[in-house]
Structures are given as structure tokens and as C-alpha cells.
């Protein structure tokens, strides 16, 4: 199990908002709400954008037919015209994609990403968004997972494509996944996060000595071995909690605590509350974005 495909898997769409537009030089969208991701790709013409978050403005990029410009919320951002190559008759065409990130594991992503990144586009992108355009425009049955579902493919497609790219600067633990050391350790765990892991049996995954494990797994993650393995299940304990009935003791087992009071005590120092707490709250919260959602 590659950690990075673990990210993305949690990374899903559901009851994602598009929005189709169509705009005349000389425009400007400023985009204000509070989405945790918005995807942005022209369908004609091109865009130009930005933030507007302190630190992180930077110099407007291009956005081009075929591109997917991701930005990473909450916004100011700022998508505009500055450009006199825009599509037939002067207007251009936009499709927005916007919806909030609420997995632990899925916030994890989000911490890697820059503010705002934009990919390029390839051949076979014309007929995708030829039919993403269609569904956006019209009503059939299944219309929304149809559109959650591309929303997806668009998204992971681009973030695997920028984690491969030479300005990327992803976190320590991606790039050691290369490692002929460690990447077989990570790879291990997030592989089987219920099993009783010792470093002695993370010895026997790298290969090495146990000193070399731990000085080489510091040096590369920024954390020793099992303080990143106790990180990683309290993130996947946080989503099991909200997203299933599982009772606390059988999310215990799933991340490899026998114990369901050293699972508990594990969990309140990384998250604050107990997971008994952690999931009336988080389910709470979950209700009333449901709720102000339902009456906008």
C-alpha cells in the first residue's frame, strides 16, 4: 500500500457544488467562501489566478483549456482575464468544482499542498470535459455522483501528476518513500496499521539494524518510526469514529490496540478529547453543515 494512495482514497466528493460559467472581458471572479478544495478548469479561453492570502500571493499563473488549477481553502483567490487570448467571440468558459474536506486522513493531503498549484492539461482531457460540461448542463438521473466522480478523477489526476513534479515539496515521509530503507517500512504500516508493530518488526521490514532504522527514519520523516505509526492510526481512528458505528473497542483493534484504555489514552493526546467525545462532536458539526446547506 503506497502511504500517498492512502491520502488520495480519502480524498472522495459527495454532494460536490459545480458551477458552469460563462464570462465576457473584462472579468473577475474573487472567490471568498470557505472551501477546503476548488477546482477550476477552462473549457474555453483561460484565466489567470492567485491568492490573496498574506504571504501567499505570488505572481498570477495561467490557466489554460485543459488545465485543472487547484487551490487549497480557505480563500481570497482571484481568477481574471488578464489575457487577450480568450475563446470564440471573446468569452470564456469555466467550470468550478468546490467541496470541504473533512477526513482526518484527507486533511493530511492538505497540509502538503501549496496554496495554489495548477496542471497542464493532456490529449485525452477534450473528451473528458466535453462530457463534463454535458452533465453539468443537464439534469439526468445520477447526475451528482456522476459529477462527484469526476470531480475526483480531475483531482487525484492532478495531485499525482504535481507530487511528480520537480517544484513539488511534498513532505518528508513522501519523499522517503523512494528510500530502499524506508519505503518499505512506510509502505509496511500503512499496509497493516492493526498489526502489533514493534520497532523490532519494523527492523525486519528495512533490513537494517535497529539503530540505522531509527537514526535514517528521523533524519528522512522528521519523527522516529513509531511516532509517525502512532500518528498515522489516531488519523485513521478519527475517520473510523465518525464514519462508521463501530464501538471504540473494535476501532481499537482496527488500528492495533488491544487495549481499548491505552487506545483512548493514545487518542486524547493527539486529538485533545476522548474518541467517545471526538465522535458526538465531529457528528454534531457534520449535522449542521448538513443543516445550513439544506437552507441555502
Known amino acids: 500500500m503506497d502511504p500517498f494512495d492512502d491520502l488520495l482514497r480519502g480524498v ?19 472567490f471568498t467562501d ?27 499563473r495561467p490557466v489554460r483549456v485543459g488545465d485543472t488549477a487547484i487551490v487549497r481553502g480557505p480563500g481570497p483567490y482571484v481568477l481574471s482575464d488578464r489575457s487577450s487570448s480568450a ?4 468569452r ?13 486522513v484527507s486533511r493530511r493531503l492538505l497540509a502538503v499542498l501549496p496554496p495554489v498549484l495548477v496542471m497542464p492539461g493532456n490529449d485525452g482531457c477534450a473528451s473528458l470535459l466535453d462530457f463534463l460540461d454535458a452533465q453539468v448542463a443537464a439534469c439526468p438521473p445520477g447526475q451528482q455522483v456522476v459529477l462527484d466522480r469526476l470531480l475526483d478523477w480531475l483531482l487525484v489526476c492532478a495531485l499525482r501528476e504535481w507530487s ?21 517500512v512506510l509502505r509496511a504500516m500503512h499496509a497493516a496499521p492493526d498489526r502489533q508493530w514493534t520497532l523490532a518488526a519494523l527492523v525486519g521490514e528495512a533490513g537494517v ?6 537514526g535514517r527514519f528521523a533524519k528522512l520523516v522528521g519523527k522516529p518510526p513509531l511516532t509517525y505509526l502512532t500518528d498515522w492510526r489516531m488519523a485513521l481512528a478519527a475517520d473510523l469514529l465518525t464514519g462508521s458505528t463501530a464501538t471504540v473497542a473494535a476501532v481499537a ?11 483512548s489514552a493514545a487518542f486524547k493526546r493527539i486529538h485533545g478529547v476522548s474518541p467517545s467525545e471526538y465522535r458526538r462532536t465531529c457528528r454534531t458539526d457534520a449535522d449542521c453543515v448538513g443543516a445550513e446547506c439544506s437552507q441555502g
Not at 92 to 102: E, K, N
Open 12 to 30: 472522495r466528493a459527495d454532494g460536490a457544488g459545480f458551477r458552469r460559467t460563462e464570462l465576457s472581458p473584462p472579468w473577475a471572479l474573487r
Open 34 to 60: 470557505a472551501a477546503s478544495l476548488t477546482l477550476c478548469v477552462p473549457l474555453r479561453g483561460e484565466g489567470w489566478i492567485s491568492s490573496e492570502r498574506p504571504g501567499e500571493g505570488g505572481e498570477p
Open 87 to 90: 475563446g470564440p467571440a471573446g
Open 92 to 104: 470564456t468558459v469555466l467550470l468550478v468544482g468546490t467541496y470541504q474536506v473533512r477526513s482526518e
Open 164 to 184: 511528480e513534479q520537480p517544484e513539488a515539496v511534498p513532505p518528508g515521509w513522501f519523499r522517503a518513500l523512494d528510500d530502499e530503507v524506508i519505503g518499505p
Open 209 to 214: 539494524s535497529r539503530t540505522a532504522l531509527a
Open 253 to 263: 483493534r482496527q488500528v492495533g490496540y488491544a487495549d481499548a484504555f491505552g487506545f
